[in-house]
């Protein structure tokens, strides 16, 4: 079993900038990868970055690469989403994922075996 853990959700003001953490834990072997997706009432949910826990290679939704950084600290077991430049339509709830995944389909949830339980954005002024 996996457990994950999202924090550093909440309201900031267009422009502005967070940082959300995610923090795995319990059986992870061979569950490299870690991805970040998001999430709006009525629509699906959609793969904003993935990060390879095994070598560090990134992956990025076109739309969003260049406003949002992820990365890791392999020693924590934890991975941040870093977000600048927030717009009103980054307002989601964040969740972050892991599983065994084919890394051409990083994007795709159907990849994911456990999720976190979701941290609101909110941004508005």
């Known amino acids: 079993q996996v457990q994950l853990v999202e924090s550093g959700g909440g309201l900031v003001q267009p422009g502005g900038s967070l940082r959300l953490s995610c923090t795995r834990s319990g059986f992870t072997v061979d569950y490299y990868a870690i991805a970040w997706f998001r999430q709006v009432p009525g629509k699906e949910r959609e793969g904003i970055s993935c990060?390879?826990?095994?070598?560090?290679?990134?992956y990025y939704a076109d739309s969003l690469k260049g406003r949002f950084t992820i990365s890791r600290d392999n020693a924590k077991d934890t991975v941040y989403l870093q977000m600048n430049s927030l717009k009103p339509e980054d307002t989601a709830v964040y969740y972050c994922?892991?599983?065994?995944?084919?890394?051409?389909?990083?994007?795709?949830?159907?990849?994911?075996?456990?999720w976190g339980q979701g941290t609101q954005v909110t941004v508005s002024s």
């Open positions: 994922a892991t599983g065994r995944i084919v890394y051409s389909q990083w994007s795709h949830p159907r990849e994911y075996t456990y």
């Open positions: 990060i390879s826990t095994r070598n560090g290679a990134t």
